[in-house]
């Protein structure tokens, strides 16, 4: 496919955006009609996973307001994805009409861009949610690309990838509990608190491990209800939202071939998220609290020791996806305590402040992605792939799939 970069211009010469995007709609404005009234549904299903996780890894407190606001943010955020489905679709066509002819990065890439740009804002919590996961989406694309040395190495080598893991990891977790950024991480430290050395450890595990007089430690509970408790919840979320994932991707064989539905079931389910997930919040746990046994009270060194440490179980799940996502929330929560702490900042930081990072990131990631599943589909995350296909109703796999044969007859003609 990184062929059809080069040869795009001559394999599309004479093509109208008819041949291209919409062969069975005699015109443009046909194919936008047909576009708006059947996207609908595709939109509401790639939000199913929204729907379904977060009420069961919740566990509790499901009133009717809760259902009612849940249900309506699944519902906005499915409408307004939708629009951006349409508007860039029929963008392809606008700009087809624009230049006369088709162009190598108007192809997708800036359709997709001014289709997140124009369409209704998404709220704060729908806004960072695409665009974080479109941006984490788009650095694996050009890591997966880039030829710069440095970057080979970090892609090949899982040490390194788990290095840096651990660091990116200390440094969210040294931020958090510094208290003033208060943004999502796989886990939040616990706030120090200052030893109640009346109070007698109850830890039979951890307590035979490091005896200590009294309890050291800052959370709640013992140590090894503290421990266990932590490797419970963690596996349970991380087990429902692996099966979540396989029930959502096999779910149609349940109608087209209910037999083969266990069976697929299983093939696809795995494990690993889980238990990198039980082991993650495990070790950093059990290491803060040995080191409170140790100094016999809680100090913030201890929560960056900890957290660094229990990174290592990057190695269970060595998958882009953690990869990225703990680039990103270093960068952005860095950023934050920087602003939020930094007292002498200069005028024209307070002034950067002011840009719309967020809005600007999702529109250049959504492009960017948008462009990469036509022109480098083998680098693209599948779910890349199944968001547009689902959103587009497939017709973005079939104008691939329709460029990819122009390619094949223009090699054919040369040779
Ligand atoms: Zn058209
Ligand atoms: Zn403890």
Known sequence: MSELSKCFYEVTA?????????????????????????????????YLTYLVIPPLVKGGGYTWQYWKDHFLSYSTASYKTYVIAVVGLTLQCAFYKLFGKLNYYWVMGFPGFFSAALSPKLNRIHLRLQGITYFNMMLEVMLKKSKFRLLEVLRESKLCGMALFMIFNARIMEVLQHGKVNQFWIMYPTRIREPNREEADDSRVIG????????????????????????????????????????????????????????????????????????????????????????????????????????????????????????????????????KTGKDLPEWVWKLQRIPYLRITHACAVGYMYHALVFHSHLSPPFNSKAVNYCSDNRVERLKRRLLSWMLEHEWRKA
């Not at 047909?34 to 790639?46: C, D, I, V």
């Not at 035979?208 to 050291?216: D, L, S």
């Not at 882009?320 to 305590?337: C, D, I, P, R």
């Open 208 to 339: 035979a491990i490091y005896p200590r007089a009294y309890k050291a430690c800052s959370h709640e509970r013992s140590c090894d209800g503290f421990i266990f408790d932590g490797i419970w919840k963690y596996s349970f979320a991380g087990f429902i939202i692996e099966f979540a994932r396989a029930l959502i991707t096999k779910f149609p064989l349940l109608y087209n071939n209910p037999a083969q539905f266990l069976p697929g079931l299983r093939k696809i389910l795995s494990f690993k998220l889980m238990f990198f997930l039980a082991a993650y919040i495990a070790s950093y746990r059990a290491i803060g609290c040995l080191l409170c046994r140790h100094h016999g009270e809680d100090r913030p060194s201890h929560n960056r020791i900890a957290s660094f440490l229990c990174g290592a179980s990057y190695l269970i799940y060595p998958k882009y996806q953690v990869f990225t996502l703990a680039f990103t929330k270093f960068v952005e929560m860095s950023w934050e305590h920087l602003f």
């Open 14 to 46: 004479g093509k109208t955006c008819r041949d291209l995007c919409h062969p069975e709609y005699a015109s443009c404005w046909l194919s936008f009609v047909n576009t708006a009234l059947r996207l609908l549904p595709g939109a509401y299903k790639l």
